[in-house]
């Protein structure tokens, strides 16, 4: 059955597959090669990074304010906000320890490091897909007018361009 917010399903679904490869190159790390975990670590530094960061400040910027709207109050999304604050901070977390593996294998500490971060950020964005996907597009999906949700499509897809090309300038 399509919705109203199909589009943002259908986005949600193609980062899945992305925010589990998360998990699975946290579980390889101890017991992995350092050259594989290195790989694995520049790889969920890059979607982390250069999709899923865009995608948050598209919603941030095109999605939640009609979140808000529908829901009455500029508060009603200050938790979700906050989410895309802490996955930055992971990410800017997941970037020095990325910067910091070279040579040989890990050290304890980079083990460890790598692990609660990747596993974190990992637990985050789960839960965050998960009350957007279960609790803010059945909203939306009551509230849009199919003009309202073609509008807040052009305004995410938009932001999400700004965004990247942001990142293309540093």
């Not at 949600?12 to 790390?29: C, G, S, Y």
């Not at 808000?68 to 970037?95: F, N």
């Not at 597009?137 to 849009?144: A, R, S």
């Amino acid at each position: 059955m399509n919705t109203l917010t199909q589009p943002l399903h259908d986005e949600h679904q193609e980062l899945f597959p992305h925010v589990d490869r998360i998990l699975q190159i946290a579980e390889i790390i101890g017991d992995a090669p350092a050259n594989e975990i290195r790989d694995g670590v520049e790889e969920a530094y890059d979607f982390l990074a250069y999709h899923l960061v865009p995608h948050a400040q598209a919603e941030d910027e095109a999605l939640y304010p009609v979140v808000q709207q529908a829901l009455g109050s500029a508060d009603a999304t200050r938790t979700m906000s906050r989410d895309h604050v802490e996955v930055g901070r992971y990410v800017d977390e997941l970037a020095v320890l990325k910067n910091g593996l070279t040579g040989g294998g890990l050290t304890a500490a980079q083990t460890r490091s790598l692990r609660r971060v990747l596993y974190g950020v990992y637990a985050l964005v789960k839960v965050h897909f998960a009350k957007e996907e279960e609790v803010y597009l059945p909203i939306l999906d009551q509230h849009l007018s199919p003009e309202s949700a073609r509008e807040m499509f052009e305004k995410m897809e938009a932001a999400a361009h700004k965004a990247k090309d942001a990142l293309h300038e540093i």
